[in-house]
């Protein structure tokens, strides 16, 4: 039996999941908080014949073009990011009709506020992303926790900052715990591993770590930024 390489190597993000050699083959399934929802049929296109100019195969370094990204962008994905995110863009569409929804609900450490966070929400914002972010829509005077609830409950998905300063939040079972708490309950959940490992934040969260998502180790936070914005918003 294929043993899984996370408590070693950890899954330090969609492309290093996909490589294990006992959660890869599970990769396209979701069941509970470790793995993804059964989809009938794949949501992505290798680009080795669409003209796109990316390589095409079945490796997941290979690169591809999910369908939601315009024929017209130059944001590379690999083929294992596609089929990470895939499921997350379903629930993206089924909750389109809903009104009055932000596009994400950005979950990170308050050290992070005037930092790393507010240069992901900023380069979301200007890629047309309407993001809930606790620094322009919690008012003064108002209780926080109230506010977060319902910024979680008029977002259509969550994203969580996991920096070194997050880690040592959810140590202290502070605000960002009960974010992530409500977030993983919903199962709309990315996570973007910035300055940090997956290893780390499997120590702290298992639920969590067990997720992929994306990190800024393997691209820069403005192409986190691009992928992201393809991903929830709907034209």
């Given at each position: ?30 069941s ?47 083929l ?10 379903e ?31 900023d ?30 409950a ?5 994203i ?12 202290a ?47 820069p ?7 992201l ?7």
């Amino acid at each position: 039996m294929a043993r899984c390489t996370a408590p070693v190597r950890g899954h330090r993000s969609a492309s290093a999941a996909a490589d294990c050699p006992a959660c890869g083959s599970r990769y396209g399934r979701y069941s509970g908080y470790s793995s993804y929802g059964s989809y009938s049929s794949p949501s992505y296109s290798s680009l080795g014949n669409s003209g796109g100019g990316r390589s095409s195969g079945g490796g997941s370094g290979s690169s591809a073009r999910p369908r939601w990204s315009p024929a017209s962008s130059s944001v590379a994905y690999t083929l294992a990011e596609v089929r990470a995110l895939t499921p997350f863009r379903e629930s993206v569409e089924k909750r389109a009709p809903l009104p009055d929804l932000r596009d994400v609900f950005l979950c990170h450490a308050w050290d992070d506020r005037s930092g790393a966070a507010k240069e992901l929400h900023d380069l979301l914002e200007s890629r047309g992303v309407r993001v809930w972010f606790s620094e322009k829509d919690v008012v003064l005077g108002t209780p926080l926790l109230r506010e977060i609830d319902r910024g979680l409950a008029k977002s259509r998905v969550g994203i969580v900052l996991v920096t070194p300063a997050l880690l040592r939040r959810l140590r202290a079972e502070g605000i960002a715990d009960k974010e992530l708490s409500a977030l993983l309950a919903r199962d709309l959940l990315v996570p973007i591993v910035h300055d940090t490992t997956y290893e780390a934040l499997r120590e702290v969260s298992p639920l969590l770590g067990s997720r992929s998502g994306l990190s800024t180790a393997e691209a820069p936070m403005a192409d986190v930024a691009a992928k992201l914005a393809e991903l929830v918003v709907i034209q």
